[in-house]
């Protein structure tokens, strides 16, 4: 065997031709982690076994893919705190402004269906439910058509959305911290295996299909008759 054709003897070798490969980037993130534990362990021990001062392995900053908090980061991951708790804010806000219209709401359904009991002739609990009905479609009409209800509706969704960009943002820096996968590799991954699987399935069902055709055609072929 060539050097060229020998196998990899340990597994920094096998990560570095599976990084140096064509293997797509969301998976190379990931092993570059294992790669930079695997480099801090390996230092660990040599350090160890050659009696040398181990003090300076309990920096976790600067450990097992742990990321230092530089300078030029330190103003975003300060801020980034701030904008979650700006956004729950906004949502708690938009939350009470919501239901203080609906408080108005149910006030002016109470009133439309007290009109319409007085006005009604029929007692029955037919009629009762069917001005029930009527009263809160017509309040919510009228509450869901002004301009106050729908500016309230709309802060209320935007101050959500802010929430779970400041929420993604907050958990991508923590990740990238402690080093460990985004979500957003993690969502790669997902994907990628499902479009695995996918293909797997789809080759799986026409090598199938081939095989059954192949064996019919060799069937028909081994039954006819020898001239």
């Known amino acids: 065997m ?28 990931i092993l570059r982690n294992f790669q930079q534990q695997g480099l801090f362990y390996t230092e660990f021990i040599q ?3 050659n009696n040398k001062e181990l003090a300076p392995f309990w920096n976790l900053a600067d450990t097992l893919g742990f990321k230092s908090c530089n300078d030029s980061k330190t103003s975003e991951q300060e801020q980034t705190p701030n904008t979650l708790l700006k956004a729950l804010n906004d949502v708690q806000t938009s939350l009470i402004k919501m239901t203080a219209l609906q408080t108005t709401l149910s006030q002016r359904a109470a009133r439309i269906f007290q009109s319409l009991q007085k006005a009604g002739t029929d007692s029955s609990s037919e009629q009762v439910c069917q001005h029930w009905l009527q009263a809160g479609e017509q309040a919510f009409s009228e509450l869901s058509q002004s301009q106050e209800y729908q500016q309230a509706q709309q802060r209320l969704f935007e101050s959500i959305k802010r929430l779970g960009r400041a929420q993604q943002q907050l958990y991508a820096q923590c990740s990238s911290y402690l080093g460990l996968p985004s979500q957003q590799s993690i969502s790669d991954l997902q994907k990628g295996l499902h479009q695995l699987r996918n293909d797997f399935a789809e080759y799986k069902e026409h090598s199938e299909a081939t095989i059954k055709q192949l064996s019919t055609s060799l069937q028909q072929y081994t039954q006819q008759p020898v001239e």
């Open 47 to 49: 350090q160890n076994h």
């Open 2 to 29: 060539s050097s060229s054709e020998r196998k990899p003897d340990s597994i920094a070798e096998q990560l570095d031709i599976l990084l140096n490969g064509n293997m797509p980037e969301e998976y190379k993130a």
